[in-house]
C-alpha cells in the first residue's frame, strides 16, 4: 500500500508539472484541444459517408460500426492523455544520454518513462470523446451490463494497447535514431481502428495471436454487443497477462544493451 501511495504521490507531481508547461504555451494548448476534436468527427465522418453508399460493411450495420469507432477513440483519448507522449521523448532521451538520470531514480523505469508526459489538453476533450460513445452506445443499444463493464474494457483496452506500444518501442535501444520506431509503432496501432472481419484470414491471425493489436478493439467491442462473445474477451485479458509479461522481460534485456551517448 505505501509503494503505491508513494507512485501516486509521484503521478500528481508528474501531473501538475505537465499542466504548468502545457499552459505555458496557450495557443499550442488550445490548437491541440482543436485538433483532437477535428480527429474524433473527421474519423466518425468518414465512417459515416461510407454507409451513404453500402447498408453493411461485414456483419455490422452502421450503428454498430460506429460505436466500435467511438469505442476506439475513447482508447485513443486515453493514450494521448496518458502516453503518447513520452514516446518520442524517450527516443531523444537514448540518443542524448538524458535515459541515464531516469535509470538512478528509486521507481521502476517504465513508470518514470512512460508516464511521466501527460498531455492536459487532451483531457479536456474527455466530454467529447465520451460523448461519442454514449450517443452511439444507446443507437446500438447496449444492455444495462454492457454500459456497466464499458469503463473497465476501456481501462483493458488501454492497458494492451500500451503493453503492445511499450514492447515495440525498445527496438529503439538497437537503433541510432528512434524516429522510424514511433512511426512503425503508430502505424501498427492504425490497425486496431477497423474491426478484425475487415482483414483477410492471415492478417487477422497474425494480429490477433502474434502480436494481438486487433483485440484491443474488436474483443471487448464483440462481447459488448453480445455478451454470449466471451471467448473474445477470454483472449483479450490471456493477451495482457501473457504480453505483459514479455514486455517487462523485453525491457529489462534492452536496457541491458543499451549504451550511454554521455559515457
Excluded at 462481447?223 to 514486455?247: E, R
Amino acid at each position: 500500500m505505501n509503494s503505491v501511495r508513494h507512485y501516486l504521490s509521484i503521478y500528481k507531481k508528474f501531473l501538475a508539472t505537465s499542466f504548468s508547461v502545457q499552459l505555458s504555451f496557450r495557443t499550442s494548448f488550445v490548437l491541440l484541444i482543436v485538433m483532437d476534436i477535428f480527429f474524433y468527427v473527421s474519423t466518425l465522418a468518414t465512417v459515416d459517408f461510407v454507409y451513404d453508399h453500402v447498408s453493411t460493411i461485414g456483419p455490422w450495420q452502421k450503428e454498430k460500426l460506429m460505436f466500435f469507432i467511438s469505442f476506439m477513440l475513447c482508447v485513443d483519448h486515453l493514450h494521448m492523455t496518458l502516453l503518447s507522449e513520452s514516446f518520442w521523448v524517450l527516443a531523444r532521451q537514448i540518443r542524448t544520454g538524458e535515459l541515464d538520470f531516469i535509470l538512478l531514480k528509486p521507481v521502476h523505469s517504465i513508470f518514470s518513462i512512460f508516464f511521466r508526459y501527460i498531455r492536459p489538453s487532451s483531457m479536456t476533450n474527455t466530454v467529447v470523446a465520451w460523448g461519442f460513445l454514449f450517443y452511439y452506445g444507446s443507437k446500438v443499444p447496449l444492455s444495462t451490463l454492457s454500459w456497466v463493464l464499458l469503463p473497465l474494457f476501456l481501462i483493458l483496452s488501454f492497458m494492451l494497447l500500451a503493453i503492445v506500444e511499450i514492447i515495440i518501442s525498445t527496438a529503439m535501444f538497437w537503433m541510432t535514431e528512434g524516429l522510424g520506431i514511433n512511426f512503425l509503432r503508430m502505424q501498427i496501432q492504425s490497425l486496431a481502428r477497423w474491426p478484425d472481419f475487415v482483414y483477410k484470414v492471415l492478417a487477422r491471425r497474425l494480429f490477433t495471436v502474434l502480436m494481438p493489436i486487433l483485440l484491443i478493439g474488436s474483443a471487448p467491442v464483440r462481447f459488448l454487443l453480445d455478451l454470449k462473445s466471451w471467448d473474445y474477451v477470454a483472449g483479450m485479458v490471456a493477451a495482457i497477462f501473457v504480453f505483459g509479461f514479455l514486455m517487462f522481460k523485453i525491457w529489462s534485456h534492452a536496457l541491458i544493451r543499451y549504451e550511454s551517448a554521455s559515457s
